[in-house]
């Protein structure tokens, strides 16, 4: 139904910043919740930030809050997300995904990434130190 992809990972220097594109395609029509995730090696994949259908409404995981901005250009069929202040532990590879569920489970103790479908194919963000 949609298809994400993501763009915009690469090498950066530990404190640079980087911002990551996940563009939609296919049934793009209708505004949807999206997020970002992340995956380093050997670690789950976890949250790193949440937007809503209009861009109103934002969520930052505390390990990000404060460096990265989640923001949306739905004329685009686009979201972003601006990163700054880039640790070593920001390293990971970075997903997009539509949100179906409500941002309650983003928040909550189980596993948010069950709220998330059409998942992007990832982009990689390597942090030199």
């Known amino acids: 139904q949609v298809q994400l992809v993501e763009s915009g990972g690469g090498l950066v220097q530990a404190g640079g910043s980087l911002r990551l594109s996940c563009a939609a395609s296919g049934r793009t029509s209708s505004s949807y919740a999206m997020g970002w995730f992340r995956q380093a090696p050997g670690k789950e994949r976890e949250v790193v930030a949440d937007?809503?259908?209009?861009?109103?409404?934002?969520y930052y995981a505390d390990s990000v809050k404060g460096r990265c901005t989640i923001s949306r250009d739905n004329a685009k069929n686009t979201v972003y997300l601006q990163m700054t202040s880039q640790m070593h532990k920001d390293t990971a590879v970075y997903y997009c995904?539509?949100?179906?569920?409500?941002?309650?489970?983003?928040?909550?103790?189980?596993?948010?990434?069950?709220?998330?479908?059409?998942w992007g194919q990832g982009t990689q963000v390597t942090v030199s130190s």
């Open positions: 995904a539509v949100r179906r569920g409500p941002r309650s489970i983003v928040t909550s103790t189980s596993d948010p990434a069950t709220a998330y479908d059409n």
């Open positions: 937007i809503n259908w209009s861009g109103g409404s934002t």
